[in-house]
């Protein structure tokens, strides 16, 4: 059964990189040939989607986010990882990655809170 | 860009109503819509596929229509642990849009 869980500190400094890692069990990245990605939620609003990646590296970013996001994905370690650079307070939220299915985003990990704050 | 316009923002039911919530896509984007259940502090559950298909292990209440433009989630003879937070995801083209979401209530 596929499972994600998403993986990185939970407080990143203004002006860091947010770094999150999702780590992935029981299928594989290589198998699918949909997209794995990331996803952010702030209370009381919509989900807001981050970025994909494909297992061949490549990768859609949200023109919103584009200029301070990489997205990479490592096949080895069955693995995809999130970048998010020089963050603000108005980028604390709740961080997913998500795992397709049928379809993108079919499976969503537990998630992980990240507080940007000094 | 498409944009998806979602609608109630907040509605409340009471046990055995039937309830429906709407997306609106700004374009055409054929039937690539999932709808998700959310409950508080938790991750979202995939609820239906490809604007009609429900995911095996959701309860035959929910359903969804629509094609193109106009998308529905139906729940009908709603019981109290359907409380929750429900939104859609076009994935249709990138970037990847959401609707605002909608918070049900269960009187």
């Known amino acids: 059964q596929l499972q994600l869980q998403e993986l990185g500190p939970g407080l990143v400094k203004p002006s860091e990189t947010l770094s999150l890692t999702c780590s992935v069990s029981?299928?594989?990245?290589?198998?699918?040939?949909?997209?794995w990605g990331w996803i952010r939620q702030t209370p009381g609003k919509g989900p807001e989607w981050i970025g994909s990646?494909?297992?061949?590296?490549?990768?859609y970013y949200n023109p919103s986010l584009k200029s301070r996001v990489t997205i990479s994905v490592d096949t080895s370690k069955n693995q995809f990882s999130l970048k998010l650079r020089s963050v603000t307070a108005t980028d604390t939220a709740v961080y997913y990655c998500?795992?397709?299915?049928?379809?993108?985003?079919?499976?969503w990990g537990k998630g992980i809170t990240v507080i940007v704050s000094s | 860009e498409t944009t998806v316009t979602q609608s109630p923002a907040f509605m409340s039911a009471t046990p055995g109503d039937k309830v429906s919530i709407s997306c609106k896509a700004s374009?055409?984007?054929?039937?690539?819509v999932n709808w998700y259940q959310q409950k508080p502090g938790e991750a979202p559950i995939f609820i239906i596929q490809?604007?009609?298909t429900l995911i095996p292990g959701i309860p035959p209440r929910f359903s969804g229509s629509g094609y193109g433009t106009d998308f529905t989630l139906t729940i009908n003879n709603i019981e109290s642990e359907d409380a929750a937070y429900y939104f859609c995801?076009?994935?249709?083209?990138?970037?990847?849009?959401f609707g605002q979401g909608t918070k049900l209530e269960i009187k």
């Open positions: 998500a795992a397709p299915t049928v379809t993108p985003l079919g499976l």
């Open positions: 029981g299928g594989s990245i290589s198998n699918s040939r949909f997209h």
């Open positions: 990646v494909y297992y061949t590296g490549r990768t």
């Open positions: 374009q055409d984007i054929d039937d690539d």
């Open positions: 490809e604007a009609t």
């Open positions: 995801l076009q994935h249709d083209n990138f970037p990847l849009t």
